[in-house]
């Protein structure tokens, strides 16, 4: 683990952030992207506080060239890459199916799967160069379940777990293993964002089993483990951390 190259996207915040502080601290050599310059400077110092070689470089998910770009740095820098978390996400437009509009939908699937299906294309390549990789999309139960009023988010999830299991065939004989993680309702500014009131946050908390919200730290136990190599014989995967939350 200590000398791995690891890419999170969206990292600034979040399961995001709380990821690259785990790896970080465990040595590995650390690139956090996002859209702020500012707090991801300010984050890539944190993480060489812990002893790691860490470096911000500024991408959007949704713009082809910026995701090569993120790609091509990250080699040029550390010279290649083992493990890619693509985490960025947003919440998207909730609400009712009668007020999405063609706007609202492209909106939440240029993030959350071209995003997605950008960073992999870009991975995929540097990681085929060498021959092996690991690569963790961040789904959601809402991968794989329902939820009234976010079903765009929710459909965008579901293509995030199909493209992880149809990529994990593609590319099972480049030594590349492609899995998802897939957090219940964790405690991040997105939860706070996508259940809107008090009412409704305590509402979800009571259809997860464990009876309590997930941490960003224990989504990024999860994805510290299936990227490492302990889960070498796992690909195509979608690994819930959610309380139980998939169970129910
Ligand atoms: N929290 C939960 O309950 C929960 C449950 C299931 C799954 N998830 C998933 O977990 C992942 C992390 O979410 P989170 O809960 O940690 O929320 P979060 O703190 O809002 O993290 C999402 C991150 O994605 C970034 N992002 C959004 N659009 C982007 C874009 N176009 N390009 C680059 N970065 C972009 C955001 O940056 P900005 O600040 O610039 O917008 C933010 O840092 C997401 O994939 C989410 O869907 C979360």
């Given at each position: 683990?200590?000398?791995?190259?690891?890419?999170?996207?969206?990292?600034?915040?979040?399961?995001?952030?709380?990821?690259?502080?785990?790896?970080?601290?465990?040595?590995?050599k650390v690139v956090v992207s996002g859209r702020r310059d500012e707090v991801?400077?300010?984050?890539?110092?944190?993480?060489?506080?812990?002893?790691?070689?860490?470096?911000?470089?500024?991408?959007?998910?949704?713009?082809?060239?910026?995701?090569?770009?993120?790609?091509?740095?990250?080699?040029?820098?550390?010279?290649?890459?083992?493990?890619?978390?693509?985490?960025?996400?947003?919440?998207?437009?909730?609400?009712?199916?009668?007020?999405?509009?063609?706007?609202?939908?492209?909106?939440?699937?240029?993030?959350?799967?071209?995003?997605?299906?950008?960073?992999?294309?870009?991975?995929?390549?540097a990681m085929q160069a060498r021959g092996s990789g690991s690569i963790i999309?961040?789904?959601?139960?809402?991968?794989?379940?329902?939820?009234?009023?976010?079903?765009?988010?929710?459909?965008?999830k579901h293509a995030v777990e199909g493209i992880t299991k149809s990529v994990?065939?593609?590319?099972?004989?480049?030594?590349?293993?492609?899995?998802?993680?897939?957090?219940?309702?964790?405690?991040?500014?997105?939860?706070?964002?996508?259940?809107?009131?008090?009412?409704?946050?305590?509402?979800?908390?009571?259809?997860?089993?464990?009876?309590?919200?997930?941490?960003?730290?224990?989504?990024?136990?999860?994805?510290?483990?299936?990227?490492?190599?302990?889960?070498?014989?796992?690909?195509?995967?979608?690994?819930?951390?959610?309380?139980?939350?998939?169970?129910?």
């Amino acid at each position: 683990m200590s000398t791995q190259v690891v890419l999170i996207t969206g990292g600034l915040t979040g399961i995001g952030r709380a990821t690259a502080v785990a790896f970080a601290k465990k040595g590995a050599k650390v690139v956090v992207s996002g859209r702020r310059d500012e707090v991801g400077e300010a984050l890539a110092k944190e993480l060489r506080s812990f002893g790691s070689e860490a470096e911000f470089i500024n991408a959007d998910v949704r713009k082809e060239d910026d995701v090569r770009a993120l790609v091509d740095k990250t080699i040029a820098r550390f010279g290649r890459l083992d493990i890619a978390v693509n985490n960025a996400a947003t919440e998207g437009a909730v609400g009712p199916i009668t007020d999405q509009t063609a706007e609202s939908v492209a909106a939440t699937f240029d993030t959350n799967v071209v995003g997605v299906v950008l960073s992999m294309k870009h991975e995929v390549r540097a990681m085929q160069a060498r021959g092996s990789g690991s690569i963790i999309n961040i789904s959601s139960t809402y991968g794989h379940k329902g939820a009234a009023y976010a079903s765009i988010y929710v459909a965008a999830k579901h293509a995030v777990e199909g493209i992880t299991k149809s990529v994990a065939l593609e590319v099972a004989t480049s030594g590349i293993r492609v899995n998802a993680v897939s957090p219940g309702p964790t405690d991040t500014g997105m939860l706070t964002r996508f259940t809107g009131t008090a009412e409704n946050k305590a509402a979800l908390v009571a259809q997860v089993p464990l009876g309590r919200l997930g941490l960003s730290e224990e989504v990024a136990d999860g994805i510290v483990f299936i990227a490492s190599d302990e889960a070498r014989f796992i690909t195509g995967h979608i690994l819930s951390v959610d309380g139980g939350h998939s169970a129910a």
